[in-house]
């Protein structure tokens, strides 16, 4: 019975490990509520009071602003890297005086997937291995010759 038992536990232990883990992170949409904000209607209290705080607003809008409200669905299997299932973005454009002009909604067909190129990253110049750029610099040290004052740099006369 014990050996059961502890079998039992055992197996449910290493299942709980390999069991798929969702997570929301930022804003919850609220269909009701966005559908509600219409242009030409609303301004930025009127926003603020129907959807709350915007996730960030926008820094290179020229004489307007734009406000984003961002939720992500992910899912992720035992130790491996979280993907994304679900995302909404919410852009809330106003003009110059703070009324809405645009209300656009997005969702994961907008996200991209950044891979970087391998371990190194590519640089425009020489190439120069280990010996050149310990070595390198012989004979160049001190090489600016004599100062108008007879001397060197680090020690004029």
């Not at 110059?96 to 190129?117: C, F, I, M, S």
Request: one cysteine or more; charged letters at 20%.
């Amino acid at each position: 019975m014990r050996l059961g038992t502890a079998a039992l536990a055992l197996t449910l232990l290493a299942t709980a490990g390999c069991s798929r883990i969702r997570d929301h992170k930022g804003y919850i949409v609220d269909s009701t509520l966005v559908d509600t904000v219409q242009p030409g209607i609303d301004n930025k209290d009127s926003v603020a009071k129907t959807l709350g705080r915007p996730s960030f607003s926008g820094q290179f809008d020229k004489g307007a602003e734009s406000w984003y409200y961002i939720g992500r669905d992910t899912r992720q299997l035992a130790f491996s890297s979280p993907r994304p299932v679900a995302q909404t973005t919410l852009a809330v454009r106003f003009d110059a005086a703070g009324n809405v002009v645009q209300v656009d909604r997005t969702g994961l067909e907008k996200v991209v997937a950044v891979r970087p190129n391998g371990d190194k990253t590519p640089t425009l110049g020489r190439d120069r291995g280990f010996f050149a750029e310990l070595f390198g610099n012989i004979g160049r040290v001190g090489g600016m010759g004599p100062m108008t004052g007879g001397g060197t740099a680090d020690n004029p006369q």
